[in-house]
């Protein structure tokens, strides 16, 4: 499996990005494919990921209500629109595949050393 990152830019507080995650390699029906990011001098954060196989979606607290996830599966494509962009969310955002059932089932994100990982794209958000 390759995952092909892009979407990253500076916008400015109430703006909106678009990140991609692209595919490669395999099929994606049993995997989970989600997004991870880390800021200067702070720990890694779950932000969201979905299931391939049924669509289904986990949120951090932090971005329900102004991130959504999806997925173009002709493409194997997994998109993360980010609305309502506050500086806080300014980090380097990682895709990977991702358990998001477990994710779902414990309420938080986390990586196993099994999971793929893309390069990072940042995400700067100017007040």
């Known amino acids: 499996v390759q995952l092909q990152a892009s979407g990253g830019g500076l916008v400015q507080a109430g703006g909106s990005l678009r990140l991609s995650c692209a595919a490669s390699?395999?099929?994606?029906?049993?995997?989970?494919i989600g997004w991870f990011r880390q800021a200067p001098g702070k720990e890694r954060e779950g932000v969201s990921c979905?299931?391939?196989?049924?669509?289904?979606?986990f949120y951090a607290d932090s971005v329900k209500g102004r991130f959504n996830i999806s997925m173009d599966k002709p493409k194997n494509t997994q998109y993360l629109q980010m609305n309502s962009l506050k500086p806080e969310d300014t980090a380097v955002h990682y895709c990977?595949?991702?358990?998001?059932?477990?994710?779902?089932?414990?309420?938080?994100?986390?990586?196993?050393?099994?999971?793929?990982w893309g390069q990072g794209t940042l995400v700067t958000v100017s007040s």
């Open positions: 990977a595949t991702v358990a998001c059932a477990g994710a779902q089932a414990m309420g938080y994100m986390f990586s196993r050393n099994m999971d793929v």
């Open positions: 390699g395999v099929t994606l029906d049993h995997y989970g």
């Open positions: 979905i299931t391939w196989g049924d669509g289904s979606t």
